[in-house]
Nanobody, 123 residues
Framework: VQLQASGGGLVQAGGVLRLSCATS????????MAWFRQAPGKEREFVAA????????DYGDSVKGRFTISRDSAMNTMYLQMNSLKPEDTAGYYC?????????????????WGQGTQVTVSS
């Protein structure tokens, strides 16, 4: 499984961005998918996860109510809609997947990772 994140950029506080994670491999629909982020000097932080069916989602407390995770199995793509962006959202954003049904928040639970896309929010 290969993951390719895109959609990052520079935006002002209060703005919006939509990240995409394109995947290869036939088993995308069977995998739990997630987004993590990492700011310089900080540990990689859980952002959101979505079940294989798309019916269940989970969000980190710092993004709940502002970010929305979704997936399109026909397109083998996962998305992260980010609204009301804040300077503290500035980080490299990474997509990840795990080939089991349970959703977890710790990065060690994810087997496959994309290369990351940078999001910078100016104040």
């Amino acid at each position: 499984v290969q993951l390719q994140a895109s959609g990052g950029g520079l935006v002002q506080a209060g703005g919006v961005l939509r990240l995409s994670c394109a995947t290869s491999g036939r088993r995308f629909s069977n995998y739990v998918m997630a987004w993590f982020r990492q700011a310089p000097g900080k540990e990689r932080e859980f952002v959101a996860a979505i079940s294989s069916s798309g019916g269940r989602t989970d969000y980190g407390d710092s993004v709940k109510g502002r970010f929305t995770i979704s997936r399109d199995s026909a397109m083998n793509t996962m998305y992260l809609q980010m609204n009301s962006l804040k300077p503290e959202d500035t980080a490299g954003y990474y997509c990840a997947s795990r080939p089991v049904a349970t959703m977890v928040r710790h990065r060690s639970g994810y087997y496959y990772w994309g290369q990351g896309t940078q999001v910078t929010v100016s104040s």
